[in-house]
């Protein structure tokens, strides 16, 4: 009943959009993962909303798993995920590319040495994301493979603080690539080539299957899957690593 009631709801908001069938218009409610909530979402909704002035967007800054478990409660209209998807509820869509990046201070004694195997960082102070972040389960499942422990010395939620300690000089970080950037093509952070983390990974693009959509939702997915992978990453900052 909880689903056909939100179903009709879908409906009466595009019932009402009919006002002005030539405008695209009403509500959009999008859940995302931190690297592309915060770095690649806000342009991208920017310039939607410029287009499309009728219409309000509500953005959730989540992990994974709650965005995907909102977007199957009708709770969200469209997410943007990092993990796998293997719900028969969800369609996903691959999306943006991403890697992870090592970074330090310009002043850091190991900033322009070169390629550093992982093992040899052990010791290092390492500044990191808090462990539900998909960024940190990467990183940790790719250092358990060389390393036996690893020196943290600082944890936080927000990965600005992160990246304002690491400018600081307090140690090693690594995030998102999408999440450093601009700070890289300011000089203010450099990345260290760590062979271990080449690797990217994908951020998927998902909305529930088989249920009706608000008219700005089916806008909206078929504006962000319009934007080529290139496109995207120029306006975010991102590469592959």
């Known amino acids: 009943m909880l689903e056909m009631a939100r179903g009709i709801l879908v409906q009466v908001a595009d019932l009402e959009a009919l006002s002005a069938p030539e405008e695209v218009r009403g509500r959009l409610r999008i859940g995302a993962v931190a690297p592309v909530g915060n770095y690649v979402l806000p342009g991208l909704c920017a310039t939607f909303m410029r287009t499309h002035p009728g219409v309000r967007i509500e953005l ?10 909102a977007v199957r409660n009708m709770e969200l209209d469209i997410g943007f995920v990092g993990a796998p998807v293997n719900s028969s509820y969800l369609e996903a869509e691959p999306w943006l590319r991403d890697g992870l990046a090592v970074c330090v201070a310009p002043h850091h004694p190991l900033a322009g040495q070169g390629a550093r195997a992982l093992a040899t960082l052990a010791d290092e ?7 539900q972040s998909s960024e940190r389960i990467s990183f940790t499942v790719e250092a358990l493979k060389y390393l036996n ?6 944890e936080a939620d927000s990965v600005e603080a992160i990246k304002r300690a690491v400018r600081d000089g307090a140690g090693l970080a690594c995030l998102s690539r999408l ?8 000089g203010e952070l450099v990345t260290l080539d760590v062979p271990e983390l080449r690797f990217t990974r994908i951020f998927s693009l998902v909305r529930r299957r088989d249920s009706p959509q608000p008219e700005a939702c089916r806008a909206f997915h078929d504006f962000a899957a319009r934007r080529s992978e290139r496109e995207v990453i120029a306006k975010g900052g991102g590469h592959e690593s």
Do not use: C, D, G, H
């Not at 102070?125 to 462990?131: A, D, G, N, Q, S």
């Not at 422990?149 to 600082?154: A, E, P, R, T, Y």
């Not at 999440?179 to 300011?186: G, K, Q």
């Open 125 to 131: 102070k390492w500044l990191l994301e808090k462990t």
């Open 179 to 186: 999440a450093v950037e601009e700070e890289i093509a300011r």
């Open 60 to 69: 959730r800054v989540l992990p994974s798993q709650a965005v995907m478990e």
């Open 149 to 154: 422990s690893l020196n943290i010395i600082f």
